[in-house]
Protein backbone atom coordinates (compact mmCIF):
# COMPACT_ATOMS: atom_id res chain seq x y z
CA UNK A 1 0.00 0.00 0.00
CA UNK A 2 1.59 3.41 -1.01
CA UNK A 3 0.68 5.67 1.60
CA UNK A 4 1.40 9.54 0.89
CA UNK A 5 0.73 11.20 4.59
CA UNK A 6 0.44 9.58 7.63
CA UNK A 7 -0.87 11.67 10.43
CA UNK A 8 -0.46 10.98 14.21
CA UNK A 9 -3.48 12.07 15.96
CA UNK A 10 -2.72 9.96 19.13
CA UNK A 11 -3.75 11.59 22.80
CA UNK A 12 -6.61 14.10 20.67
CA UNK A 13 -9.74 13.62 21.69
CA UNK A 14 -13.10 14.00 19.38
CA UNK A 15 -13.32 16.31 17.27
CA UNK A 16 -9.78 16.69 16.36
CA UNK A 17 -8.71 13.03 14.95
CA UNK A 18 -11.32 14.40 11.78
CA UNK A 19 -10.13 17.89 11.93
CA UNK A 20 -6.52 16.42 11.32
CA UNK A 21 -7.73 14.23 8.56
CA UNK A 22 -10.02 16.99 7.03
CA UNK A 23 -6.34 19.39 6.93
CA UNK A 24 -4.01 16.37 6.04
CA UNK A 25 -6.74 15.21 2.96
CA UNK A 26 -6.75 18.80 1.42
CA UNK A 27 -2.77 17.94 1.31
CA UNK A 28 -3.09 15.15 -0.77
CA UNK A 29 -4.47 14.11 -4.38
CA UNK A 30 -7.56 12.27 -5.52
CA UNK A 31 -6.64 8.40 -5.54
CA UNK A 32 -3.98 8.81 -2.76
CA UNK A 33 -3.94 6.99 0.21
CA UNK A 34 -3.55 8.69 3.99
CA UNK A 35 -3.25 6.67 7.41
CA UNK A 36 -4.71 8.57 10.29
CA UNK A 37 -3.49 7.48 13.94
CA UNK A 38 -6.05 7.92 16.71
CA UNK A 39 -6.16 6.66 20.54
CA UNK A 40 -9.75 8.36 21.34
CA UNK A 41 -11.91 5.39 20.76
CA UNK A 42 -14.66 7.25 19.58
CA UNK A 43 -12.56 8.13 16.30
CA UNK A 44 -13.87 4.72 15.00
CA UNK A 45 -17.10 5.65 14.57
CA UNK A 46 -16.35 9.33 13.62
CA UNK A 47 -14.06 8.20 10.97
CA UNK A 48 -16.22 6.19 8.98
CA UNK A 49 -18.78 8.80 9.44
CA UNK A 50 -16.79 11.47 8.13
CA UNK A 51 -15.27 9.55 5.27
CA UNK A 52 -19.21 8.71 4.40
CA UNK A 53 -20.15 12.39 4.58
CA UNK A 54 -17.13 13.56 2.70
CA UNK A 55 -16.97 10.93 -0.18
CA UNK A 56 -14.20 9.39 1.15
CA UNK A 57 -13.10 5.83 1.29
CA UNK A 58 -12.33 3.89 4.80
CA UNK A 59 -9.80 1.35 2.70
CA UNK A 60 -8.70 -0.22 5.87
CA UNK A 61 -9.09 -0.41 9.64
CA UNK A 62 -7.56 -1.81 12.85
CA UNK A 63 -6.92 -1.43 16.75
CA UNK A 64 -3.82 -2.22 18.64
CA UNK A 65 -2.64 -1.22 21.87
CA UNK A 66 -5.26 0.99 22.52
CA UNK A 67 -4.48 2.85 18.91
CA UNK A 68 -6.79 2.75 16.14
CA UNK A 69 -5.42 3.13 12.49
CA UNK A 70 -7.40 4.38 9.65
CA UNK A 71 -6.41 3.87 5.69
CA UNK A 72 -8.42 6.58 3.67
CA UNK A 73 -8.33 7.07 -0.25
CA UNK A 74 -9.13 10.64 -0.92
CA UNK A 75 -12.35 11.13 -3.40
Known amino acids: ?7 DASGL ?3 LPILRATQG ?9 MEVVATDPGSVKDMAAWAGSTGHTLVEQD ?3 GKFRFVLRHK
Open 1 to 7: MDIKLKV
Open 13 to 15: SCP
Open 25 to 33: MKTIAPGEL
Open 63 to 65: SAN
